[in-house]
């Protein structure tokens, strides 16, 4: 019995050595990811001077389903598109909505898509997201003119909500804005 209490000591030493080894592997390796994020993060948002030219706008397809975004007196502000897995908006192009104007950074890009990607991250690094359903956005303009946004790996109905919530509240607050400088 005594040789079979140090094996089981001997045993349990291991284990504790080797849950140790792997939780400091599995540290570094955390570190490695949020620098790696980071990285990403720095160069997957460009000023609005560095963004992609705008792809020409295309009609909805038959996945789409079409919703007008009208500001509180009936102005149409643009249109959103929902597709099986994104969100594709177009602001009404007779209203030259400029994305230097705030609240579109501070607000649109600071305080809800960049939140809704980390959140992601978040979620993937915790393994309850597959990595490759990580919310992105690309924001199209031609000049400072906004063009379109799109959402990708938008599932949830509550986050579609959502953005058109915050879409619509934005381009609200850039028309007082720009109406404002004349």
């Not at 898509?113 to 990595?131: F, I, N, S, V, Y």
């Amino acid at each position: 019995m005594p040789e079979e209490a140090k094996e089981l000591a001997e045993l349990k030493k291991y284990l504790e050595e080797r849950i140790l080894s792997l939780r400091r592997e599995m540290e570094a390796l955390s570190s490695l990811v949020k620098l790696v994020d980071e990285a990403l993060a720095k160069s997957s948002f460009k000023q609005a001077h560095e963004l992609l030219k705008p792809q020409p706008p295309a009609g909805p397809s038959a996945e789409e389903n079409v919703m007008l975004i009208a500001g509180r007196d009936g102005t149409v502000l643009g249109r959103m598109y929902v597709g099986p897995d994104y969100v594709r908006v177009e602001p009404s192009p007779d209203l030259s909505l400029d994305v230097s104007v705030p609240p579109f950074k501070a607000f649109l890009v600071d305080k809800i898509l960049e939140p809704m990607k980390a959140k992601d991250r978040d979620k993937a690094e915790r393994g309850l997201l597959d990595p490759d359903q990580v919310m992105d956005y690309h924001i199209y303009v031609d000049g400072n003119a906004l063009k379109q946004i799109v959402v990708k790996k938008v599932v949830d109905e509550g986050r579609v909500r959502e953005l058109r919530n915050a879409i619509k509240w934005t381009f609200e607050r850039m028309l007082e804005r720009m109406k404002a400088k004349g």
